[in-house]
C-alpha cells in the first residue's frame, strides 16, 4: 500500500494504482486485517472512483476493481467491470477467480464453481489458487455440501497454514457439521492469527448484503465454534 500511494504522488493520475490500493483497502475490510472495515470501504470506493475512466483498457486494474466493488456490496458494478476485463483478456484468471466471488455473493453457487474452475484450469500454479480452492469450497458449503468444503479447506490449511481466514470457515463448517472439537480447533487458530475478530465486525460486512440468511447461519456456527460475538 506504501508504494502504491507513493506511485499515486508521483502521478496522480495513474488508474491502476488507484484500483490496486481500492483493492488492498476491500481486502483490509473484508479480512478484518483493520479496527476500522468502514473507513476501509470507504477508501476502497474512494480509489475506484479515482480509476474510473483511466483503467478501461487494463485488465488488471479492471478487476481490482471490480473485486474491490464486490466487496463493497455492489456486485452489479463488479459485474461490469469484471466482465470488461475479461473482454480484453478473456484468460485472466484472476478475473475469472474474482468473478467466482461475486457469484458467490449473488447467491449463484453453480456460476460461482464453474468460474472457479475455469480460473484454476487457465492457472493451475496460481499463487491465488488456494483462493480458487476455497472459492469452490464455499459453493460446496452453502449448497449443503460440508464434508467435501472441509476436506479442501483442511488441504489449504496443511499447504497455506499463514492463511488465517481457512479457520474461519473450518470453525464453521465444523460447528454446523457437529464437530466441536474441530470448530474450537480452528476457533483458536484463527484468533491466534487475528486477535480482534468478532462475529459482530464479520456479519457486518456489506459483501453479504445478498446472501443475508447464509451469513446469519455462519454467525450461529462461529457462535457455536466459541469465538466472540463483540
Known sequence: MALLKEAINVDPGYGRAHALLAWCHALNAAYLWNGEPERELESALSGVGAAAGSINDDPTALTAAGGATSICGDQS???????????????????WARFGWVAIYMDDTDRATERFQHALMLSPADPFAFNMRLGIAQSLAIGGSLSQAIAIVREVIN?????????????AWSARSGDLTTAQWASQKLL?????????RFRALPLFRNIRQWADQSAEALRMAGLPER
Open 159 to 171: 499447504s497455506h497454514p499463514e492463511v488465517t481466514w481457512s479457520y474461519r470457515l473450518l470453525a
Open 77 to 95: 458494478r463488479a459485474t461490469a467491470l469484471i466482465e470488461k476485463a475479461l473482454k480484453l483478456d478473456t484468460n485472466n484468471a484472476w478475473a
Open 192 to 200: 491466534a492469527g487475528q486477535p480482534d475478530f468478532t462475529i459482530e
